[in-house]
C-alpha cells in the first residue's frame, strides 16, 4: 500500500511529506474462486495446492504494470514448475480503457506466456484480495500464495526481481 508520510524527530524537526510503500504479509487462507483465462481455460486457486502462486493484479494504462510484467517475464522464465504466475487485469479501474482486446495486447506486448485474465466487474474475482487491504487496491499488486493456500505475501507497486524470488523462495517453506 502506498502511504504518505512525514517525519518528526526529538527536537520537534519535521520533514516534508514523502510516499512510502508498505508490504502487507498475512497467513489468511483465501477463498478459493475461479476465473477464466483469455485461451478460454479455467484458473481455479485450488487446482494449484502444492504449487506457489504469484498473482499480479494490473491495468492496461497503468505504466508501472507494463514494468512489472517485464520483471515477471524474467522471474517466470527461472523458477520451477512448482511456480504459477496469473496475471489478472482489473476491469474497474477504468472500464473505458479495460477491455478485453487492450488485455491480449497487453499479454502478447509483454511477452508473456503464462494466464491472463480479466475481471469483470461482475466476475469479482479482485474483490476476494481487496477484502483485507483497508485502503482498497492499487495496480500494479502483487499476491503470493504459499504452497497450502495462505496468502503469505503482498506489495503495491513494481516489486524488484530479486525481492519477487526471495518472496516465492519465502513460500516454499
Not at 146 to 159: A, D, E, P, Q, R
Amino acid at each position: 500500500m502506498r502511504f504518505k508520510v512525514k517525519a518528526k524527530d526529538e527536537r520537534g524537526a519535521e520533514s516534508g511529506w514523502n510516499s512510502v510503500n508498505v508490504t502487507v504479509v498475512s497467513s489468511k487462507v483465501l477463498d478459493d474462486f475461479n476465473i477464466t483465462t483469455l485461451d478460454g481455460g479455467v484458473f481455479r486457486l485450488s487446482d494449484y495446492l502444492g504449487k506457489v502462486v504469484v498473482i499480479d493484479f494490473v491495468a492496461t494504462s497503468c505504466g508501472g504494470c507494463w514494468d512489472q510484467l517485464g520483471i515477471l517475464k524474467s522471474v517466470y522464465e527461472n523458477v520451477s514448475d512448482d511456480v504459477v504466475f496469473l496475471t489478472v487485469d482489473v476491469q474497474n479501474f477504468n472500464p473505458r480503457t479495460e477491455t478485453l482486446d487492450n488485455v491480449s495486447k497487453m499479454k502478447n506486448g509483454s511477452g508473456a506466456t503464462w494466464s491472463f485474465a480479466f475481471d469483470t466487474l461482475e466476475k469479482g474475482v479482485t474483490d476476494i484480495f481487496i477484502r483485507d487491504h483497508v485502503y482498497g487496491m492499487s495496480v500494479p499488486d502483487i499476491f503470493i500464495v504459499n504452497t497450502s493456500g495462505h496468502l503469505v505475501f503482498s506489495h503495491t507497486g513494481v516489486l524488484s526481481q530479486s525481492v519477487l524470488i526471495e518472496k516465492i523462495n519465502d513460500a516454499f517453506s
